[in-house]
């Protein structure tokens, strides 16, 4: 693989950035590379062949960067998850039991 700007074989994997980029790259199969003879900063596929998928974790899926991973790893992730999913339900049932809204 070569930079596209200065043709370079120079490149490093470069992070991706935030959520819209991170879910839409991985979806098709894209990496972002950053050249580093001339900085440039561009998108190709992966290569990597098929036998070597390695599983995502919660925080690749979200696009976090480092110091957000180290801080909501999957287990907080997923516990807040839970509690927002708890929180809406014991609404739902409050909504229901003081009648703000009405089965039909």
């Not at 998108?43 to 998928?53: K, L, T």
């Amino acid at each position: 693989m070569k930079c596209p700007k200065c043709h370079s074989e120079d490149l490093h994997r470069s992070r991706r950035r935030g959520l819209k980029e991170g879910w839409a790259l991985r979806r098709k199969k894209l990496a972002p590379y950053r050249c580093s003879a001339c900085g440039n900063r561009f998108i190709a596929a992966e290569p990597r062949p098929a036998c070597q998928e390695r599983s995502l974790s919660i925080a690749d899926y979200l696009g976090l960067n480092r110091k957000a991973r180290q801080r909501c790893n999957g287990t907080v992730i997923l516990g807040g998850i839970t509690s927002l999913l708890i929180l809406l339900s014991i609404l739902l049932f409050l909504a229901l039991a003081l009648g703000w809204i009405a089965p039909q």
